[in-house]
């Protein structure tokens, strides 16, 4: 992906919005935006965040990206309407953090969901023949309740998942993980709350992390350009504003349709209301 950048990038503020559900081609347009961050030479990134999560692997990868980073730049973190679980996961990976006083965060916790639809084949007369290689190998199908055995497997899964997420946080914001437990059981709560524990440094809006972000890198804040590196539409969308209107629309039906489909049966750390 190519940006048309303007010349001067040491004088100017980066910014990466991560928004929606955290996914593969979230993961994928995210990397490749912190490598040209890295590579151009900007002094600082606003990365901001309006995100439930998402799926763990990718959340990871994104923190990671963004730790390594963070050694060379100052990377500062926005929270917008809901930055939660996988959300807040990423936003740790920032030297510092802000949110707005009524931001939804926190949700530190991991999730996995199957579906049962058992009583609904045997309406319809549909059942399955299964030939597998072991006991497990069709863990989570959907014709079916789970077998104990299952569940102790899919909960020491979730809980070795669960321990990365409260041992980063804990890392991310310097608090301790016993300390970071004590909030980390699932529960959302304001930015306002999120500042009383340490989850977040400030409260503002990203303007005023844009400002901070100016500031610690010591660029006037009123002359100092933001560029924004952000996925290239189509050239049809960008040249009829009604025309991508719709299809933002129609396309965030179809990404949740697929997250939800592409997903079934793995961890997320998602914010589900």
């Known amino acids: 992906m190519v940006w048309p950048f303007k010349p001067g990038t040491s004088k100017q503020i980066a910014k990466i919005e991560i928004t ?17 961050v890295e590579e151009k030479k900007f002094p600082a990134l606003l990365l901001r965040i309006d995100s439930p999560g998402g799926t763990v692997g990718d959340s ?4 990671s990206a963004l730790k390594r980073l963070r050694e060379k730049i100052k990377i500062i973190a926005s929270f917008g309407n809901i ?42 007369g549909v059942s399955f023949k299964v030939i597998k290689s072991g006991p497990y190998k069709d863990i989570l199908a959907f014709d079916r309740e789970l077998t ?10 979730i809980d070795t998942s669960y321990l990365q997420f409260v041992q980063t946080v804990a890392e991310g914001r310097n608090l301790e993980v016993e300390t970071v437990k004590t909030f980390a059981d699932g529960r959302i709560f304001t ?13 503002g809006t990203e303007e005023d992390a844009r400002r901070w972000a100016c ?16 996925e290239r ?22 990404d949740w349709l697929g997250f939800e489909l592409s997903t079934s049966g793995q961890p997320l750390w998602l914010y589900r209301p």
């Open 215 to 230: 500031e610690l890198v010591n660029l006037d804040p009123e002359k100092t350009p933001v560029f924004t590196l952000e």
């Open 60 to 63: 990871q990868e994104i923190y």
């Open 20 to 36: 929606g559900a955290i996914a593969s081609a979230t993961r994928k347009r995210v990397l490749e935006a912190l490598k040209t």
């Open 83 to 124: 930055s939660a679980s996988g959300g807040v996961y990423i936003g740790v990976g920032a030297q510092h953090i802000m949110a707005n006083p009524g931001t939804i965060t926190g949700s530190i916790g991991v999730i996995l969901r199957g579906n049962n639809l058992e009583r609904l084949l045997e309406k319809v």
């Open 148 to 157: 104990d055995p299952e569940k102790n497997i899919l909960q020491e899964l």
């Open 191 to 203: 930015g306002q709350q999120a500042l009383e524990l340490g989850v977040v440094d400030r409260l």
């Open 233 to 254: 539409k189509p050239l049809l969308s960008r040249l009829l504003p009604g025309n991508r209107q719709r299809s933002s629309t129609l396309a965030s039906g179809i």
